[in-house]
């Protein structure tokens, strides 16, 4: 449905730090991405050779940046991600991963100050990060209601 080049025009996420391949569906709750970013050898996020399941929260926080991007009816600015909660690390590291990774985020609440999002990533049929993540917004002016 959208590419990395349409996918860096929504986010402010810019070059190899762009993760996300493409958006295969979303709509007004939920939002479907892939990546093959995962394997590339220069991956910013890639520490002494491996790619931890840690970096999957960040393909979480993109895919709901590229949903809530796709969803809001006006610029707002930058959102920060204001806590992390019930993060379930995988067994395994992203760039172990073969195939594409599918990211998928739900949106749990969308208020002025922010919003509340579930996040997962997962590969080759394994969980590889999952949790829930809230976003706010300076002055709550930013979310639609």
């Known amino acids: 449905m959208l590419d990395r080049t349409a996918i860096a025009r929504l986010i402010p996420h810019q070059g190899s730090m762009c993760l ?8 007004a709750t939920s939002i479907d991405c892939w990546a093959l970013s995962h394997r590339a050898a220069g991956h910013p996020l890639r520490r002494d050779g491996a790619l931890s399941p840690l970096a999957g929260i960040e393909y979480g926080l993109q895919a709901m940046a590229v949903h809530g991007a796709l969803c809001d009816d ?7 991600l204001s806590s992390l909660r019930e993060v379930e690390l995988g067994p395994r590291d992203l760039d172990a991963v073969a195939g594409r990774l599918a990211i998928r985020a739900e949106l749990l609440i969308s208020a002025a100050q922010g919003f509340i999002y579930r996040f997962a990533v997962s ?3 394994e ?12 002055d709550g002016a930013g979310a639609p209601t």
Request: hydrophobic share 40%; aromatic share 10%.
């Open 20 to 27: 996300i391949d493409g958006v295969e569906a979303w709509s």
């Open 123 to 125: 590969g080759d049929g």
């Open 127 to 138: 969980m590889l990060v999952a949790g829930r993540a809230s976003i706010a917004f300076p």
């Open 74 to 80: 006006k610029p707002h600015p930058p959102g920060y």
